[in-house]
C-alpha cells in the first residue's frame, strides 16, 4: 500500500503540480529544475510526515529527493545535447526517467523496510473501510489523466516526422480518434 501512495506522489509531484510551462523552461532554466525538485520534495515531505515515523525514515526521504533532482538534471543534459540526433530521444528518455524514480521509490520502500515504520495515524487511516480500494482508484484515475497523457503524446512524436510543437493539435486529433474506437 506504500508503494501505490508513494507513486500517488510522484505524480502529483511530477505532473500535476509541473505545469507545461515549468515542464518546458525546466530544460533551459537551472531555477525552474530546482523549483521543480523543491515541489518534489515537499510533496514527499508532508507523505513522508502522514506515513512515518520521521526518525526512523529521514533518510530514505533524503534519497527520494536528491535521486530525483539529480535523475532530472541528467535527463535535461542528455536531451539538450542529443535531442537533434536522435528523434526519438523525448520517448525513450521519457520511459528511462519514469522507470528510474519508480525504481528509486521501490528501492527506497524495500531497503529501508518503510512498512515496519509507519506512524500510529498512518495504521488508524489504513485500518478505515475501503481505504485500499480507493487509494488505488486514486492512482488509477491519476495514472490515466497524467502520465499517460505524455506517454501517448512522446509515443506519437515517435512515430511521426513532425516537432513537438507541431504536432500538438495532430496529436491531440489522434487521441481522440482512439478514445472514439475504444468507447
Known sequence: MIL??????HILADYVFQTKNMAEKKKYSIKVL???AAIYSLVFFVTYLLLFQISLSWKS???IAVSHAVIDVGK???EAKLLFKHPSLPFFSFLLDQILHISILVFVL???SLEKHTNLYYQNIEAMPH??????YILLFLVILTPS???IKKMFLLLSTETEEDSGTKAGNMIGKLERVYF
Not at 501505490?4 to 506522489?9: A, E, G, R, V
Open 76 to 78: 535535461e543534459k542528455v
Open 149 to 151: 497523457s505524455v506517454f
Open 131 to 136: 481505504f485500499r480500494e480507493i487509494v488505488s
Open 34 to 36: 530546482s523549483f521543480h
Open 61 to 63: 526521504f533524503l534519497i
Open 4 to 9: 501505490i501512495i508513494f507513486l500517488i506522489s
Open 110 to 112: 524495500c531497503y529501508f
